[in-house]
């Protein structure tokens, strides 16, 4: 178990190595485009959604909960 988990954490250090190495020309012509506002917005967008989500699902357990346990 020891040889697996140090065999696994040697493949994920390469693995970093490599992703640092790769070209950032992506990441440079999103820059410069200006669509890195865009990225940041819908990142926004999807992260406030989510949220929401999570409190209206609270809300409703909370009503649930309230509902099914009488002795409270």
Do not use: H, W
């Not at 819908?42 to 009488?70: H, M, V």
């Amino acid at each position: 178990m020891k040889k697996f988990f140090s065999t696994l954490l040697l493949l994920a250090i390469s693995l970093q190595i490599f992703a640092q190495n790769a070209s950032p020309s992506i990441e440079q012509s999103v820059y410069a485009s200006g669509k890195i506002y865009v990225v940041v917005a819908c990142a926004a967008i999807i992260l406030l959604g989510l949220i929401l989500f999570l409190f209206s699902i609270d809300r409703r357990l909370k009503k649930l909960e309230k509902y099914s346990d009488p002795k409270n």
